[in-house]
């Protein structure tokens, strides 16, 4: 089973950067597809990227154009280039890994590990 930490986020003006990275432990990251889902306060935690271990990418309606996912396969780590940031981009961003493609989409149960999560505020 790998494991995830989160580490990157933070408090950002509206229109600003951040980039989040999630480093994993194990050796079989490369075998997983990777992702990022997000939970705002009161709703229900949502689906916002994943790659593949090829660097095929799926986002997020809500995102796309806006965030980039990527991932280094030699240092374990998948990243999330997030631009353009709005106020309802803040939520705890989790990092997580799967077994399955998500072409037809990720729901929570789909995940096989998860991250604890790291916190992004974007300020009016």
């Known amino acids: 089973q790998v494991q995830l930490v989160e580490s990157g986020g933070g408090l950002v003006q509206a229109g600003g950067s951040l980039r989040l990275s999630c480093a994993a432990s194990?050796?079989?990251?490369?075998?997983?597809?990777m992702g990022w889902f997000r939970q705002a306060p009161g709703k229900e935690r949502e689906f916002v990227a994943a790659?593949?271990?090829?660097?095929?990418?799926y986002y997020a309606d809500s995102v796309e154009g806006r965030f980039t996912i990527s991932r280094d396969n030699a240092l374990n780590t998948v990243y999330l280039q997030m631009n353009s940031l709005k106020p309802e981009d803040t939520a705890v961003y989790y990092c997580?890994?799967?077994?399955?493609?998500?072409?037809?989409?990720?729901?929570?149960?789909?995940?096989?590990?998860w991250g604890k999560g790291t916190l992004v505020t974007v300020s009016l």
């Open positions: 997580a890994a799967s077994r399955r493609p998500p072409t037809t989409g990720w729901g929570r149960n789909d995940i096989n590990a």
């Open positions: 194990g050796r079989t990251f490369s075998t997983y597809f």
């Open positions: 790659i593949s271990w090829n660097s095929g990418r």
